[in-house]
Every structure is written in C-alpha cells, then in structure tokens.
C-alpha cells in the first residue's frame, strides 16, 4: 500500500536534505581545494580565488615531500603506533566491556560509575606527564600508546553492543562445558564485529591524527609521528635539521604545505570504506543499550 506524503513531510525531507547537501559542500570544498593546490604550480596558487578544480599540473610540491626524510621516518613511526595501539586497544575494550556487560558481576553499577567517573574528570596534563615519565615511557612509542589506550566513551558503546547479544547462546555454550574465556571469543566476538570494527576505527583516527603527546613526550626526531612533522611544516614555515644535515625543503610554499597535508590524510581516509558497513550498525545497536 502506498502511503500518501503530506506537505509536512516534502517541506521535512526538503530541510533535511538540503542540510545535507550543504554540509557535504562544506566539507568536500576545503579537501578539493587542498588536492588542487597541492597539484598546481605557483602561478595557479597565487592567483585570486577558489581552487577546486586544477587547470594546470605541477607534481614538485610531492616530489620535495617525499624527498624529505623525515617524511618516511615520521610515516613509519605514525603505521607502527597506529596499528600497535589498535590492536591494544580493541583487546582491552574486548575484556573490560565483557564482564561489564553481565548482571551477575559484583558491584557491577560501582564499577560501571567508576569507570565513567573519569570520562569527566582526569588529573590533568601535569600529573599525566609526570606518571610516564616516572614510569620510564618519556621518550618512547610507550608515552604514545598505553596513555590513550582505553577510551571511557568507545567502552562503554562496547559494553551496551555487549549486553545485545542473547545470553542463551552463551548459557548453551556453559552447558556444552565451554568457560568464559571460549565464551568471549568464540562466540561474543565473532557475532560482535560491528561494535569491534567500530571501536577499531575510532582508535585508528584518534591515533593517526594524534600530535600533541608527541610534542610532550619525544624528544628525538626520528621517533616524531607524522601529524606532528606535518604541524611543523605547516606552521613553522623554515627548514628542519634532521639528524645534523640541514634539508632546506622550503615549507613555506602552499604547494608543498598542501602536498603534505594530502599525503598524511589519505591513508586514513582509504580505511574508511572497508569499516563502513561496520560502523552504522556498531554506533546503532552499541548506542541504545542502557
């Protein structure tokens, strides 16, 4: 039967839409033109205007990027702290949200306020950089990655996913003698790829883009990530020293900032489309669960 739409519905989907529309605009617009730039000799670059589609090619800016050393190293350190922290961080919202999610824990709601306590207060930077410092992690991959490993927000969405799946599954697999352990991930993970791929992708973004704890806690060039290489570049505008041999790399023109700015978010942007599918369900079922 076709339902018959009503002015209030056509003016409705009407704003809505054109919400959207405006919103993909404002947010395509500024990536478009970082492309063309970055793309286009000086003599397009500085002329007046918008420039959203390139009308002449000059690849120079990414031929003196890659050039850069400290390019390759700050990439390297950036994929081995993504991929490093991912993983770290997927296992421990695995088995913290597992028992969180059961009725039969102790003190559940305790633990439960405990937790979301520090989404809201923390200690604040200078206790933070004391503790890795007196931990020993200043100035290693370690003061990057085990800090930010648990996100308060991303453990409890995985929890809520948690408390979805059916507690039959899980008591028939107690009956056939499996233990908790074989329960989580054999049974609870698997069926739980949504939330898992979810969390997985936000602990990616969060530390792909991450800069600021290496400005606290490296010291060493050649342990920079690369959102942090790309801050210098961006806004420092002067050549780098690295490793005691000057690379005069001329930062300051926009060709190259932009030829910099489009090699560091690639990569992550490529991801986006084998989580997609993931990620809708992940944030639906893993949002509503009280």
């Given amino acids: 039967m076709r339902i018959k739409r009503t002015v209030e519905d056509v003016l409705i989907d009407t704003f809505v839409y054109t919400v959207l529309i405006l919103l993909s605009i404002a947010t395509l617009l500024p990536f478009l033109q970082a492309i063309t730039i970055s793309v286009s000799p000086s003599s397009v670059v500085s002329s007046f205007g918008f420039h959203i589609i390139p009308t002449k090619f000059d690849f120079e800016g990414y031929k003196r990027i890659l050039e850069y050393s ?22 421990l919202y695995t088995i913290g949200a597992y028992p969180l999610s059961k009725s039969y824990l102790p003190n559940r709601k305790l633990w439960t306020l405990i937790i979301i306590f520090t989404m809201y207060f923390s200690g604040g930077l200078i206790p933070s950089y004391l503790l890795v410092k007196g931990l020993g992690l200043y100035n290693s991959f370690g003061a990057l990655i085990l800090p930010a490993a ?16 059916p507690q039959e599954i899980e008591e028939s697999a107690r009956i056939d003698g499996a233990n908790e352990m074989y329960i989580l991930f054999k ?24 800069w600021f704890d290496c400005m606290i806690y490296i010291k060493d060039q050649n342990k920079y990530v690369l959102q942090y290489v790309l801050r210098q570049i961006l806004l420092q505008g002067q050549s780098v020293d690295v490793m005691g041999e000057s690379q005069n790399i001329y930062v ?18 490529c991801t986006y489309p084998f989580l997609q599918k993931y990620f809708v369900k992940g944030m639906l079922i893993g949002s509503v669960k009280g």
């Fill in 70 to 91: 400290l390019i390759w190293e700050a990439y390297r350190n950036t994929i081995i702290r993504t991929v490093v922290a991912t993983a770290l961080s997927v296992f």
């Fill in 187 to 210: 049974i609870v993970i698997p069926i739980s790829m949504p939330i898992i791929a979810t969390a997985a992708l936000w602990s990616a973004v969060s530390n792909w883009n991450a």
């Fill in 252 to 269: 300051n023109s926009e060709t190259m900032k932009m030829a910099a700015l489009v090699a560091a978010t690639l990569p992550i942007i």
């Fill in 150 to 165: 648990v996100n308060t927000f991303t453990l409890i969405i995985v929890r809520n996913f948690f408390m979805t799946v």
